[in-house]
T-cell receptor, first 113, second 114 residues
Framework: KQEVTQIPAALSVPEGENLVLNCSFTDSAIYNLQWFRQDPGKGLTSLLLIQSSQREQTSGRLNASLDKSSGRSTLYIAASQPGDSATYLC????????????FGKGTHLIIQP | DADVTQTPRNRITKTGKRIMLECSQTKGHDRMYWYRQDPGLGLRLIYY???????NKGEISDGYSVSRQAQAKFSLSLESAIPNQTALYFC?????????????FGEGSRLTVL
């Protein structure tokens, strides 16, 4: 069964720093991996979706990479801002219907002004 | 207006009551999902539907039922609510033939069962 781990569970950095959030998965046979942002008490907002054939995706200050062989994905945030404070979740899809989507528990990110 | 709308956003109820959470979407997606989120447990799939005539159980379907009234509407029912069903519930949609595509979530429905 696929397991998705996000370490650290919480991270606090000063404004302006570049940072990397990590997502690891145990079964490398995934079809895609998605990164989400969740603000307190709110729904999940899709940030980036990387298909298994892709190595990375970029959107503005965000860059997500995927290394299936090592079972890892990273979300790089450039020039962090206080508005980036949120919980970031990743989800790996391993096939077999909707049951094949496994979420990590998220990294709670705080950007200090 | 949100593409995926959930009602109610907050609900407090008592043990044994029947509760319905509703979800509607304007994205035109065929696939709809219900998840629950609990602190420390992450997101878990309750039910999903790939089209109007298709209903599938997820990881934690016991104590829940669903109805897909139309392509745009997917409701979740708790026939007899119990306290351990207190959680944040999310509806989500996606489009994708054969493989799960990008998921889009509603704002969530916070349910408290006393």
């Amino acid at each position: 069964k696929q397991e998705v781990t996000q370490i650290p569970a919480a991270l606090s950095v000063p404004e302006g720093e570049n940072l990397v959030l990590n997502c690891s998965f145990t079964d490398s046979a995934i079809y895609n991996l998605q990164w989400f942002r969740q603000d307190p008490g709110k729904g999940l907002t899709s940030l980036l979706l990387i298909q298994s054939s892709q190595r990375e995706q970029t959107s503005g200050r965000l860059n997500a990479s995927l290394d299936k062989s090592s079972g890892r994905s990273t979300l790089y945030i450039a020039a962090s801002q206080p508005g980036d404070s949120a919980t970031y979740l990743c989800a790996a899809y391993s096939g077999g219907g909707a049951d094949g989507l496994t979420f990590g528990k998220g990294t709670h990110l705080i950007i200090q002004p | 207006d949100a593409d995926v709308t959930q009602t109610p956003r907050n609900r407090i109820t008592k043990t044994g009551k029947r509760i319905m959470l509703e979800c509607s979407q304007t994205k035109g997606h065929d696939r709809m999902y219900w998840y629950r989120q609990d602190p420390g447990l992450g997101l878990r799939l309750i039910y999903y539907s790939f089209d109007v005539k298709d209903i599938n159980k997820g990881e934690i379907s016991d104590g829940y039922s669903v109805s897909r009234q139309a392509q745009a509407k997917f409701s979740l029912s708790l026939e007899s609510a119990i306290p351990n069903q207190t959680a944040l519930y999310f509806c989500a949609t996606s489009v994708g033939a054969g493989r799960t595509g990008e998921l889009f979530f509603g704002e969530g429905s916070r349910l408290t069962v006393l």
